[in-house]
């Protein structure tokens, strides 16, 4: 018996797939914003599909933590908040340098050249905030870049769940972080680049040390951001 799904089911995983990749890639670029709620009859119209591939691909939405479901209100696009983050940060510091450690000792040469490869393409990536275009290139070529770093890990689950992390703390950073911080004392591009050389020199300490602090300083800068803003926010809302 052949475990192949049939062609309707196969058409249906795929149409889920695809609003579900449309509707994450809407909330990272923060088209979707914190709190708004997803309307599922509207979808339905926007898209010209049913409701029951709309409601599978929210779901996993829901999964991943960018949506959020409550009864008698719906679904809503999850909210920001300085706690959230926080434990988003502590759990990607984790759980990534984790995964990384077994990426240096099960990685191969095809490992350490896709490393290095998506480095060299981040690095030569533009990133001008005035052009979305370069903005949305950026950001492809550094999901890149740290999934390549980890891809040698031999341990699917805790790679979806780094995943899923790295996405939830991208949306903070693409939220609050729209350009380089010119207050900030920080080299991205030097912190990426000796992470990937201590990585693939099998140098195992010192990568998972400059991942975490690579991460963190990211957590760091973003709650400053985002207290910012939450000032902001009060002092217009009182004026």
């Given at each position: 018996m052949s475990d192949t799904p049939p062609p309707s089911k196969a058409r249906k995983e795929t149409l889920t797939s695809r609003i579900a990749d449309d509707l994450r890639a809407r909330i990272l670029r923060g088209e979707l914003p914190p709190g708004q709620k997803i309307n599922l009859e509207r979808l339905r119209e926007e898209t010209a599909v049913s409701v029951s591939p709309l409601?599978?691909?929210?779901?996993?939405?829901?999964?991943?933590g960018l949506v959020s479901f409550e009864d008698q209100r719906g679904y809503a696009v999850t909210p920001v908040s300085s706690a959230d983050l926080a434990e988003i940060t502590h759990?990607?510091?984790?759980l990534e340098t984790m995964a990384l450690e077994d990426a240096i000792a099960g990685g191969d040469l095809?490992?350490?050249?896709?490393?290095?490869?998506?480095l060299y393409r981040l690095n030569r990536t533009e990133r001008?905030?005035?052009?979305?275009?370069?903005?949305?290139?950026?950001?492809?070529a550094h999901s890149a870049f740290h999934v390549a770093l980890i891809s040698g890990c031999r341990q699917p689950r805790l790679l979806q769940i780094c995943t899923t992390l790295r996405r939830l703390q991208d949306r903070y950073r693409r939220l609050f972080l729209l350009s380089s911080n010119p207050d900030s004392q920080r080299s991205v591009e030097s912190e990426h680049r000796a992470i990937a050389e201590s990585a693939t020199s099998r140098e195992t300490?010192?990568?998972k040390a400059l991942l975490r602090a690579h991460i963190e300083a990211t957590g760091a800068e973003l709650r400053v951001r985002m207290e910012a803003a939450e000032r902001a926010e009060r002092i217009t809302g009182s004026g």
């Open positions: 409601r599978e691909a929210v779901s996993r939405l829901v999964a991943e759990l990607r510091g984790e095809e490992w350490e050249s896709e490393v290095m490869g998506t001008d905030p005035t052009r979305r275009a370069t903005m949305e290139a950026w950001e492809e300490a010192r990568a």
